[in-house]
């Protein structure tokens, strides 16, 4: 069985980065695509940004060219850098991994930027 865990996230001015990892541990999987999504109080679970195990990426209109997704296949891990944050972008990231048997996701990490 795969589990997600994410790490990196905290409270940050306007303006300033973070950078999100989410690790999968376990045994016997492949992991296809990993995605990173977040939740603001309220609405509903939003994509940011996607990325293939081949390395093809795509992001949300509000966070391209401020968000880059990466990942570590060595690793099972992605990770999220987050530059130029405005409270725009608090919310709940989560993490998801698409793997043979479905979709894994992770328990979230909070992400306050204050303005």
């Known amino acids: 069985q795969v589990q997600l865990a994410e790490s990196g996230g905290g409270l940050v001015q306007a303006g300033g980065s973070l950078r999100l990892s989410c690790a999968a541990s376990g045994s016997g999987f492949r992991i296809n695509a990993m995605g990173w999504y977040r939740q603001a109080p309220g609405k509903q679970r939003d994509l940011v940004a996607i990325i293939s195990r081949g390395g093809i990426t795509n992001y949300a209109s509000t966070v391209k060219g401020r968000f880059t997704i990466s990942r570590d296949n060595a690793k099972n891990t992605v990770y999220l850098q987050m530059n130029s944050l405005t409270p725009e972008d608090t919310a709940v990231y989560y993490c998801?991994?698409?793997?043979?048997?479905?979709?894994?996701w992770g328990q979230g990490t909070q992400v306050t930027v204050s303005s």
């Open positions: 998801n991994a698409e793997v043979l048997t479905g979709v894994v």
